[in-house]
């Protein structure tokens, strides 16, 4: 088992959307849903949700080997500029490692993080993927 | 009120390799039988640094299964674990230990297996050092964001690839005449850019090697100070927030905040001149730390590499090498034999050194000041 089923059952929330904590004392926004600000330490915080859109700002390719990793190996590793103004550390998929380029518009959708094969459990949560001119 | 001073009076170190036929005590022991050799006597305090022991050797407590391997029993001991910079916390724990009147020589060993799995098992391991819920498992890992860091940094400054393979080239240089070091072997500027990529533009040759190893410092007040004593002025340290927070990426926040609160121990010495240690698990961080520290202007400091005389010299992480929870104690060790007796090749007639050390992308930093005594 790769991670704790209560663990991973306990942060969903925050594995299956992208939370920003708005801090109401020193009026920074921070990723991910917080009980204080990362800034200030202020436990006078809201919760709101992100759209989950945003541009790609800087990536590297990864060829990092890490237990149980190594089938979806390179991975694209990347920060990403949310359309709400804060960034996000992600992986980026449906892309070819050679075709990414800083500047592209990502949106966040539900991928498989890693799973206890052959049969166990599957991790699910977020990545983010190329929004398609239409 | 006068603050009571501590020494660091003699040091240890094993040559760090892939060590397969000696376990962590082994590893212990070693350091230990130096450290009785070259001091006659036995600590009444024992701190040891390790990040992995309990991942890597499934071993908890590893300080108290040390005394009890040593037969050092009565001994009081503490483990440390403050990722990366584990080896400098348990100097700064046992400095203050020391000037507490607790104890008059406090041991600390700063010891790490790495090699008892396949390196992906130690690579997941490491990677703990990042948060778990939020960046372990969403597959991020210290040297993606050290990629990010560095590409950054070369857009920024107008950097290219090879001007910041200036680092394991000095790093490299500086190792082959370190008897305890790793990588024994010169490299060149197209020997790192064509190495294999870890996380692009990283490569291999820009990151730290796998292996095990042990050092050990014995920290005394003045009553048990030996004659080859070097001072430890002081110790500061501070954390940062997580890579994606920062306004700016390039510069490490956790080295800059310790850096505040120490600089003016060093009078007006000018650090190009000062024994300098910095933490480069990756080659962007040895460049960065440079820059924080204000040794370099901002997007500067490849071109200084060269010409520091006294930087990292038994090679760094890059190639020395980097057993995770010992590192800041060979930092330590190589620092103080290079100003009682001279180290890989080197003398140094300066007053003080100074040792960086951080954890990941400056989760962590650990700065320690020391003097000639």
């Known amino acids: ?134 | 009120m006068q603050v009571s001073k501590a020494f660091i009076s003699a040091a240890c170190m094993t040559k760090i390799g892939r060590h397969f036929k000696l376990g962590i005590k082994n590893l212990i022991h070693e350091v230990t039988a130096c450290m009785e050799e070259k001091t006659g006597s036995r600590p009444d305090y024992l701190i040891v640094a390790s990040a992995l022991s309990a991942l890597q050797t499934h071993q908890l407590d590893i300080a108290s299964i040390t005394t009890q391997y040593l037969g050092w029993n009565n001994i009081p001991s503490m483990r440390v674990e403050t990722g990366e910079t584990s080896g400098i916390a348990a100097l700064e724990l046992a400095q203050y230990i020391v000037r507490s009147g607790a104890a008059s020589k406090v041991l600390v060993i700063g010891v790490e297996k790495m090699t008892e799995y396949p390196s992906n098992k130690v690579n997941a391991d490491y990677a703990k050092i990042l948060d778990y819920d939020t960046e372990y498992v969403r597959n991020i890992t210290p040297p993606n964001y050290a990629a990010l860091v560095m590409k950054e940094y070369m857009r920024k400054y107008g950097v290219t690839r090879d001007d910041v393979a200036e680092w394991p080239v000095r790093m490299h240089a500086n190792a082959v005449s370190n008897p305890y070091a790793q990588l024994r072997f010169p490299v060149s500027k197209e020997g790192v850019r064509n190495a294999m990529v870890i996380s692009e533009p990283i490569t291999l040759l820009d990151a730290f090697p796998i292996g095990d190893g042990a050092a050990a410092v014995l920290v005394t007040d003045e009553s048990a100070r030996g004659k080859d004593a070097v001072e430890v002025v002081a110790i500061t340290s501070a954390s940062a927030p997580s890579l994606y927070l920062r306004d700016d990426m390039t510069e490490l926040p956790a080295t800059k905040a310790a850096w505040a609160s120490l600089r003016r121990k060093l009078e007006a010495q000018r650090l190009d001149e000062v024994a300098l240690q910095v933490h480069d698990s990756y080659s962007i961080y040895g460049i960065l730390a440079l820059e924080t520290l204000g040794v370099s202007d901002r997007g500067k400091a490849c071109s200084i590499i060269p010409s520091l005389e006294y930087l990292n010299v038994g090679g760094g992480l890059k190639a020395r090498g980097h057993p995770i929870g010992a590192t800041g104690l060979y930092q330590v060790a190589e620092t103080y034999e290079l100003m009682i007796e001279g180290f890989a090749g080197k003398q140094y007639s300066g007053e003080y050194a100074l040792i960086h050390s951080m954890s990941g992308p400056d989760y962590n930093a650990r700065l320690a000041l020391l003097r000639r005594w």
């Open chain 1, 1 to 134: 088992m790769k991670h704790s089923i209560p663990i991973f059952w306990r942060n969903r929330e925050s594995h299956y959307r992208i939370k920003i904590t708005k801090c109401n004392a020193c009026g920074k926004p921070a990723y991910f849903g917080r009980d204080r600000c990362p800034y200030c330490g202020s436990r006078n915080v809201t919760i709101i949700e992100s759209e989950g859109k945003g541009i790609l700002v800087n990536f590297t390719i990864s060829y990092y080997r890490r237990e149980g990793d190594e089938e979806h190996l390179p991975r694209i590793i990347g920060l990403i500029r949310l359309d709400e103004g804060i960034m996000v550390p992600g992986e980026i998929v449906d892309i070819d490692p050679s075709e990414v380029k800083e500047g592209i518009r990502v949106e966040a959708v539900l991928r498989r993080y890693s799973s206890d094969d052959p049969y166990g459990l599957i991790y699910y949560g977020l990545k983010f993927i190329p929004i398609l001119k239409k």
